[in-house]
């Protein structure tokens, strides 16, 4: 996957900026010169990476699939203010984690997509600063999920 912008600075110098992302990992490439991008999430690839152009401050944000480019405060996309990424909360990725495990082991694949599908559904929720019902999702998965296996096993 392969992001392209032209950016202008102060002087009316134009700059390539380049987002690869492949096999060795994800890079930022400023004018030719390479820099390596890391994830501030290891379940989720989210990158807020500052580009130093004379005359304009760029911010280079990645999260999942969806790459823009932020120049002087504004994205180029469509206009909207920058705002720094936020991390997701420990206390999230520690559930996210735990009911992947017990859907998996208790109801196999299709417990497992449908943690998944609350899974994505709950970083986006909290990448949109909406922590609370995030949270909310993810312990009434929990509970359902301690639930029924509790039940399966009564009845076993």
Same mark, same amino acid.
Request: net charge positive; with cysteine; glycine share 8%.
């Given at each position: ?12 110098? =134009?700059?390539? $900026?380049?987002? %690869? ?5 994800? #890079?930022?490439? +400023?004018?030719?010169?390479? @820099? %390596?991008? %890391?994830?501030?999430?290891? +379940? ?8 130093? *152009? ?8 990645? *999260?999942?699939? %969806?790459?823009? &480019?932020?120049? /002087?405060?504004? @994205? ?5 203010? @920058?705002?720094? $990424? ?11 984690? &735990? /009911? ?15 943690? $998944? ?5 709950? @970083? #986006?929720?909290?990448?949109? #600063?909406? /922590?609370? =019902?995030?949270?909310?999702?993810? $312990? ?17």
């Amino acid at each position: 996957m392969t992001r392209v912008w032209t950016v202008t600075d102060s002087m009316g110098n =134009p700059h390539q $900026i380049t987002f %690869k992302r492949g096999f060795g990992g994800a #890079k930022c490439i +400023v004018d030719g010169d390479s @820099y %390596k991008m %890391k994830s501030k999430n290891w +379940v989720i690839w989210m990158a807020d990476h500052q580009i130093s *152009i004379p005359g304009a401050e760029c911010n280079l944000v990645v *999260i999942g699939n %969806k790459i823009r &480019l932020a120049v /002087n405060g504004t @994205y180029l996309e469509d206009g909207t203010p @920058y705002e720094p $990424i936020r991390n997701i909360p420990v206390w999230l990725n520690v559930l996210v984690g &735990l /009911n992947a495990v017990i859907a998996a082991f208790m109801f196999g694949v299709l417990g497992l997509a449908v943690a $998944i599908l609350l899974d994505f559904l709950t @970083y #986006k929720m909290s990448l949109s #600063k909406k /922590n609370g =019902p995030a949270m909310a999702i993810q $312990i009434a998965l929990l509970v359902v999920l301690l639930v029924i296996t509790v039940i399966l096993f009564i009845v076993a």
